[in-house]
């Protein structure tokens, strides 16, 4: 019974190494993966891509305050109007999309750490 457990928890282990493995490499040719995917689209997020690229999610803010804090920065792929906060530079770190009444999604692109 004992080996029977340890061989099933060695084929979990092997694919949860490749999901990791898998996200590291998209992650890598600055490409969004499927646990982004996953969690952006749990959220009730839209898919935002400009100019070919789609930006990765990066969670839901509420707030009047941070309204009155961003300015129009570009459009989508798909027509929505992307803002950024006020004197961050081109491009910005975090890309904001209004959702509904004091919601905002927040968006970056695809790097990795040490290419920031």
């Not at 490749?18 to 009730?44: A, D, H, P």
């Not at 530079?89 to 695809?110: A, D, G």
């Amino acid at each position: 019974m004992k080996k029977k457990r340890w061989i099933t928890s060695a084929i979990f282990m092997f694919f949860i190494s490749i999901l990791l493995l898998s996200e590291f490499m998209m992650l890598s040719s600055q490409k969004v993966g499927l646990i982004n995917t996953s969690y952006r689209f749990i959220s009730g997020a839209p898919h935002i891509s400009t100019q070919g690229q789609t930006l990765s999610y990066q969670g839901k803010m509420h707030g009047e305050d941070f309204l009155d804090n961003i300015e129009p920065y570009s459009t989508s792929d798909d027509g929505a109007t992307l803002y950024k906060a006020f004197g961050t530079p081109v491009p910005p770190p975090w890309i904001y999309v209004k959702h509904e009444n004091n919601t905002v999604f927040r968006y970056k692109y695809p790097l990795l750490p040490w290419k920031m």
